[in-house]
Every structure is written in C-alpha cells, then in structure tokens.
C-alpha cells in the first residue's frame, strides 16, 4: 500500500523533498527543545536582570552560565558508555534524550521561581542549574541527530536544526517576554518549559537510530580518553581545533551583549521583540535556506569560508547601530544582516563539525567540539566584556569584536590550501559525500 506522506512528497519540487524526510523533520523538532534552554539563560535572563536594575557587571557575568556548555565533553563519554537503568531498554540515545528533557524542564522552571532582587546568587545558582541540564541535553540531541542522518543528509539536516534551533529560541524567548508583562516571570519560565517536548516526541517518533555504533568496551579513564585520542591522532588536528576555538570569538561576543545595547538605547520590550525577535527570526530562516543552497552548490569548504567572512562583517551592523542610536530602521537592518549571516553558517559550520566526528564516540567528539566554538566568546564575556564596554563605549567594543573574527577567517583559508578540511573528517563515507563523491 503506497505511503499517502511519500506520495504527496514525491509530488514536490526536487529541491524540497529531501527536507521532508524523517530524519530532518526529526533533526527539525531537536533543535527546537535544543534551542530553547539558551533563550533562558542567554538573552531572556538578560533582558529580565537589567529590567530589574542589576548593573551591567553582573548581568554579563551571568553568560558564565554559558559555560558549562563549554565544558560538556567532560561527561559526554559517560552518555556514550552508560546504559541507564529501566529506561536503557528503550536504547542509549533515546533514554538520554528523555532523562535529560526532563532535568531540563525542571532546572528552567526552578529559575523561572527564584527572585534576582532578593538573592542574586540563588538566581545564578539557577541558571548553572539550567546550564548544566541544557548542555547534557544537548550531548544527547547532538549525538541523536549525527546518527540519525546520512552522510548526505548533513547539509539539510544541519540545516533542519538549525531552523529548529532558531524556532526554539526565539518562540521560547517571545512567550517569555510577552507572558512576563502580564503573568510575571515565573509562569514565562513555566511555560517556556514545554518546548522540551519536542526532542521527547521524536524520540518516540524516530526509534533508536540505526547508525549508533557502540564505543569499544573500554573501561576507567581509558574509555574516556579514547575518544579524545581518536581525534588528536588526526593530520592536522590541533589546527582543526585552533579554528574551531578562534572562529566564533566576535559573534559570540556579539550577540551576548546585544540585549544590553538595545537596553541602553531604549529600545522597549515591543520593539525587541518585533526587530530583534521577529525580524531576526524571518533573517536566520532566510539564511538558513540560502546557507542550504549554498551547501549543496559550492561545497562544504567554501560555504564555510563565506559564512566565515559574511558573519565577521556582521559585528560592524552593531556598530553602526550603536553610533546611530535609538533608530528602528538601523536595528531591523543590523539584525537582519547578522541574524542572515548566522543562518549560513549555522548550516556550513555545523555541518563541517558534525562530518569532524567519529561514529563510535559520536556524544563527546561533538561535545568537544560545539563546547570550543564559543568557550573564547563566552569567557570574555563573562569575565571582562561589561567592564570593555564601560570603558570604550559600544562603537569601539563591536569593531573590536569584528577584528577578533578575523583570525578564525584566515586560518580557515589556510586549512582550506593545505588540504587539512579533507584529512580532518573521520568517516570515509561522509568525506565522499562532502567532496561530493
């Protein structure tokens, strides 16, 4: 009996239908319950600190809940290793995926419930607590997606998460905003919760993927290790990783300041939320759809390289806007350009770290991975971006930001000429579908 789904996919145009198979549509609804932890703890919180007067310090301290995401490679082979108890029998990656949704909907609502007014160290208590149960989160719907996609699904598939990743953050941070004018902040945090669901439903809709492969059955510090040395043991590495720890510098610190800069220049929760919010969203699709495109057409490495550039140019929008000041048109047009660059590369750049990784530790190579593309951002973030403000002002802080992307660019381009992109992707029937093979 012919599938009536497969029958009106079939009717498409080419171009659409492999985005409408099972396991982008599940790579779709991943990134949704991926996506919405960081909205809680990233710009949601922000915007909800700096309304309650917390200076700035303190608010971009709090991106140090961020880095927890960083560090998740150091728990990750633990996912890939051990089998849970009742809800193992429903498979390694499933019984992750809905143990770590449920730590993750509650860390989120326990947030939603502290007052940063009355105990602000409760109140960062909470959003490691988030930062933790999303990063876990995380390991698993990474690994689950890897797996559940073909090598010559990993463009759309990429893609799919990042739609979804996208979908989950910004739906997740509008109900916030929108329910915490009149409901308050706990019940935005409550309900934001359920968009864990999604990863929960495809779970159950998709089964155990069939491309898991069962990590040698090491034991001890052993079994942890292996997986790094795989990695390490590679041509050119240490290069690899050097890019993936230099190549998001300026984009992080972009856009984990870019809350406080609308706050500063007075823009209202109306206004961020339909610039910021909605024309950003409408932006990361569109990129996401061109970065699809471009994937398939110019390939894996030089789709990479223009995300590169176009997201390094992106930072010079925030300075603009900054020295132009309370100006909608100037927003919608900087977050439009950055929010554009972004969705290219989030489908280029995932794709590249998602081919880097090794079917049999699929959880911590990818771990290690997506934790070093922002661990530089992040800290400085954390550390010494609000006093960077302070000091030189936003037109300053954003060029500065541009120029700390540039690194990432050029040593690309090199690895590009030396023919490290090829030598670096471990699976020999991803580097043929990358090469297009």
């Known amino acids: 009996m012919t599938n009536p789904f497969l029958a009106q996919r079939d009717r498409l145009p080419a171009w659409l239908r492999p985005y409408l198979e099972p396991a982008p549509l599940g790579a779709f609804l991943l990134g949704i319950s991926s996506g919405f932890p960081y909205a809680m703890i990233g710009a949601t919180l922000t915007t909800r600190l700096a309304q309650d007067g917390i200076d700035k310090k303190s608010v971009t301290a709090f991106s140090l809940a961020f880095l927890v995401y960083n560090f998740k490679f ?24 809905w143990l770590s949704a449920s730590a993750v909907a509650a860390a989120v609502i326990f947030l939603g419930l502290t007052d940063p007014t009355a105990s ?11 930062g933790v149960a999303g990063a876990t989160f995380d390991i698993v719907i990474d690994a689950y997606r890897i797996e559940l996609l073909k090598p010559e699904q990993l463009g759309v598939g ?27 902040w706990s019940l935005a945090y409550l309900l934001c919760a359920a968009f864990a669901l999604p990863a929960v439903v495809a779970g ?7 491309r898991h492969r069962e990590p040698n059955p090491r034991r001890g510090l052993a079994g942890v290790i292996e997986p790094l040395t795989e990695f390490f043991k590679r041509h050119g590495a240490w290069l690899v990783l050097l890019f ?17 800069l ?6 209202s929760n109306d206004e961020i939320a339909t610039y910021d919010v909605g024309f950003g969203f409408i932006a990361y699709l569109a990129g996401i759809f061109i970065g699809g495109i471009l994937y398939a057409r110019m390939g894996m490495k030089r789709a990479v390289m223009l995300s590169l550039a176009l997201m390094a140019v992106s930072n010079l929008s925030f300075a603009a806007l900054a020295q132009m000041g309370h100006s909608n048109a100037m927003l919608a047009f900087t977050i439009c350009f950055e929010n554009f660059a972004s969705g290219i590369g989030g489908v280029a750049v995932v794709a590249y770290l998602s081919a880097l990784c090794n079917l049999s530790f699929t959880a911590t190579q990818f771990a290690l991975l997506s934790a070093a593309a922002s661990i530089v951002g992040r800290f400085i973030t954390g550390t010494t971006a609000g006093a960077l403000i302070e000091s030189m002002g936003y037109v300053n802080f954003y060029l500065l930001t541009t120029a700390a992307a540039l690194p990432g660019v050029v040593l690309f381009y090199w690895m590009i000429r030396s023919g490290l992109i ?13 090469d297009g093979r």
């Open 158 to 184: 990429s893609g799919m998460s990042q739609y979804g990743w996208r979908i989950g953050s910004v739906s997740a941070g509008a109900l916030a905003l929108l329910v915490a004018g009149s409901g308050g």
């Open 262 to 267: 609308l706050n500063d220049l007075q823009f």
């Open 422 to 434: 090829e030598d670096s992707i471990a699976e020999t029937d991803v580097r043929r579908a990358a």
């Open 120 to 130: 602000l160290a409760r109140t960062a208590a909470a959003a490691v607590m988030v």
């Open 204 to 210: 159950l809709w998709l089964g155990e993927p069939e």
């Open 244 to 260: 993936i720890l230099l190549h998001k510098i300026g984009d992080t610190l972009a856009n984990l300041t870019v809350r406080l």
């Open 74 to 97: 150091l728990w990750a082979p633990l996912i890939d290793r051990l089998h849970l108890p009742l809800l193992g029998r429903f498979g390694q990656r499933r019984s992750w995926l």
